[in-house]
C-alpha cells in the first residue's frame, strides 16, 4: 500500500535545482489577489517576481560595496 503523505521532496515533481519545500505567506489587497490569479500559471510568476526583486535588491547591495 503506498504511503498516503510521502514527503514534499518526493511529492512534487520538478525540474528545478532547488525543490520547492517551504511555505511562504502574505497579505495583498483582494484586487491585486484577482489579478495575479488572472495570470496562467501564477503562482510560478509570483516565484519569478520574487526571484527577479531579490536579483535586484542583491545587485544594488554589490555595487554599494565596491563603490
Not at 505567506?25 to 527577479?52: G, Y
Amino acid at each position: 500500500m503506498p504511503n498516503p503523505n510521502p514527503s514534499p521532496a518526493t511529492r512534487f515533481k520538478s525540474e528545478r535545482e532547488e525543490p520547492l519545500t517551504k511555505r511562504f505567506t502574505i497579505r495583498v489587497a483582494p484586487s491585486t489577489l484577482e489579478k495575479l490569479k488572472a495570470k496562467e500559471n501564477w503562482r510560478e510568476f509570483v516565484r519569478q517576481a520574487i526571484d527577479k526583486a531579490l536579483a535586484e535588491v542583491e545587485e544594488e547591495e554589490e555595487n554599494i560595496k565596491s563603490a
